[in-house]
């Protein structure tokens, strides 16, 4: 019994796509990464109350941290210089909270204002919660 001859088509017929692919790939994933980052900066939220700052950030998993005033230990301006010719800083604050001690308002509009706003704001909560502050060193 003679089998008959299995034809199969050339993969020449998909140079076009393959050749695109090449070419094209390379821009897909930074562009997917940009996508994302713009995302991620579009849902990132600081939400100042009167006791508190909570922050929101994430695209498809959301993170939730809060910061009391009176926790506040340091805050710390920085504008570096492309972000000062858009008018843009960030605002570093660390606290005594166990589970977030660096708090960053980054590219903020306003960054010393709001740092300024920020620390009398710390002021004014540890003043009505008559909170002082102690710091113990290992000497």
Do not use: C
Request: aromatic share 18%; net charge positive; hydrophobic share 40%.
């Amino acid at each position: 019994m003679n089998n008959p001859p299995i034809l199969k088509p050339s993969q020449w017929i998909n140079f076009g796509y393959i050749l695109f692919g090449l070419i094209g790939s390379p821009l897909v994933i930074p562009f997917l990464i940009m996508v994302y980052k713009i995302l991620d900066v579009y849902f990132w939220r600081f939400e100042v109350y009167g006791e508190y700052v909570i922050e929101r950030r994430g695209v498809f998993t959301v993170n939730r941290r809060e910061l009391y005033y009176f926790r506040v230990k340091a805050i710390q301006h920085n504008a570096p210089f492309l972000y000062r010719i858009v008018g843009i800083s960030n605002v570093n604050v660390i606290s005594s909270d166990p589970y977030s001690n660096h708090f960053e308002f980054k590219a903020i509009r306003q960054g010393l204002e709001f740092s300024n706003a920020l620390r009398k704001l710390v002021q004014h909560g540890r003043k009505k919660n008559k909170i002082r502050e102690l710091d113990f060193y290992n000497l």
